[in-house]
């Protein structure tokens, strides 16, 4: 196996971001009457806003429309912002200067709003790395279908087969593996997120490098 392409999830892989939405979505849905817990919030890991939004109003018993959802929850991350340099994940810079330096094609496959996607790229100065940037809300299905990561493989010009998945939630990974892409988990440590589908579970990004260095030979 030779990689000659890094195909990338965002929340939660490249940004320590997801604990900071889930704990903002759930601080939110408890002011308007919401009995659940931070548990069935986080079954919205690895989704599409819309996907989202859906399943916020089912969790509020649809007591209000997808769309009162929707403005409440980007209301509330408007007036909560992160700042995203200052949540990206250890090493991440080290495995993209290695990627370029090896002629390791880039791609960013992210369910985020594509506005999000960008913003991130760009606050912490990593756009110039990814040679194609695609979010979720551009395709009819969301992960787990992989119609995102086949895109990004005919967009790259590469076989499957030379492709690598780097993401951590369970529809992520279930959509790496439905691409038939070789799928790298980073270990979640703090959702207790099923990541056994995974072809292989690291503990830190860098370790990426090892894993790309010891396939091609």
């Known amino acids: 196996m030779k990689i000659k392409a890094v195909l ?6 490249i940004i320590a971001s997801e604990q900071y939405y889930m704990a903002g979505t759930l601080d939110w849905m408890k002011q308007i009457g919401f009995e659940g817990d931070k548990k069935e919030i986080c079954t919205i890991i690895g989704t599409t806003m819309a996907v989202t939004h859906v399943m916020l109003a089912k969790m509020l ?74 979010s979720g809300d551009q395709f009819t299905h969301s992960k787990p279908n992989p119609e995102i990561y086949l895109s990004a493989v005919s967009k790259l010009n590469v076989k499957i087969d030379e492709c690598m998945v780097i993401e951590d939630s369970n529809m992520g990974i279930a959509a790496g593996k439905n691409a038939n892409i070789y799928t790298v988990a980073l270990k979640d440590q703090i959702f207790s997120i099923d990541q056994s589908n995974a072809d292989i579970i690291i503990n830190g990004l860098t370790e990426i490098i090892d894993i790309i260095k010891s396939s091609n030979y």
């Open 8 to 13: 990338w999830d965002m929340d939660g892989v």
């Open 61 to 134: 018993n649809n007591k209000y429309t997808v769309e009162e959802v929707e403005a409440m929850n980007e209301k509330y991350f408007e007036d909560n912002p992160l700042n995203y340099a200052d949540i990206m994940n250890d090493g991440i810079i080290d495995v993209l200067e290695y990627l370029k330096s090896n002629e390791i094609k880039i791609a960013l496959c992210s369910s985020s709003p594509l506005k999000t996607i960008k913003d991130v790229v760009k606050v912490c100065n990593i756009e110039s790395y990814f040679d194609y940037i695609v």
